[in-house]
């Protein structure tokens, strides 16, 4: 039975709820991050916040949660025409994809991922993909999950197991499993403390969170909150 985890963690709503489940299952945890060129840095201060506040506000969580890596690939950002790295117009592209993807993005971080946790004895990667409330990013999907979940287990000659908490759910039903993790002290830390809008908004306040309230990521967190909230009535 496995009893260590690293999680990809962002500091967004998704990987925020993926951490308080490795937390809740796992005897030891860690976190890596990326900071990959992305056009702006408040997901990357919004990590440190909610690591901060899952310390000292969730003390059965706080002995768990171990050491906090944070990984500079910002090549990623040079070498992408993204507008998550660029500052460009949202739209979507001919291939049928929205420009928010950075190819090769997930795949790229999951390899340094598996690396990380081979060398501190981390048996179980974390990551809150999703191919149900997505904006259809092939590395996303559970097929590439389990691709890479071979090609690390064979590369490394160790055997990995690559989790997916949100693969098969949708927004509102991750507010809910926040819900049933942490209670309304974790749905209000995710509230405040975690960010997804891609423009980097933090000016405007609406119930499920900051942001601009009209991005893809926005859009997206809205309706799942306003699911939730209608079902939690």
């Known amino acids: 039975m496995h009893t260590t985890a690293l999680v990809l963690f962002s500091g967004g709503q998704d990987s925020t709820t993926c951490l308080a489940e490795a937390l809740d299952k ?10 990959y060129g992305q056009r702006h840095s408040i997901e990357l201060e919004a990590r440190r916040t909610v690591l901060a506040h899952l310390r000292e506000r969730f003390p059965h969580w ?20 993204s507008s998550l790295t660029q500052d460009i117009a949202f739209e979507m ?26 060398r501190r ?30 090609a690390l287990s064979l590369g490394m000659d160790r055997r990995f197991v690559i989790e997916t908490p949100l693969m098969w759910i ?47 990521a926005c859009e997206l967190r809205a309706r799942g909150w306003e699911r939730y909230a209608a079902s939690s009535r």
């Open 26 to 35: 796992y005897e030891r945890v860690e976190t890596i991050g990326f900071d």
């Open 62 to 81: 706080a002995a768990r949660l171990g050491e906090d890596h944070l990984i500079n690939v910002d090549v990623l950002g040079r070498i992408s025409e």
């Open 93 to 118: 592209q001919a291939n049928g994809l929205p420009n928010t993807f950075v190819p090769g993005r997930n795949l790229l971080f999951l390899t340094l991922a598996g690396a990380l946790a081979y």
């Open 121 to 150: 004895g981390l048996a179980v990667i974390v990551t809150g993909v999703c191919e149900t409330d997505f904006s259809g990013y092939p590395d996303c999907r559970d097929d590439t999950m389990k691709a890479m979940q071979l």
């Open 170 to 216: 949708d927004k509102a039903a991750t507010w809910a499993m926040a819900q049933r993790l942490g209670g309304d002290a974790l749905v209000e830390l995710i509230i405040e403390d975690t960010h997804t809008c891609y423009l980097g908004d933090r000016g405007q306040r609406h119930p499920w969170g900051y942001g601009c309230g009209h991005c893809p």
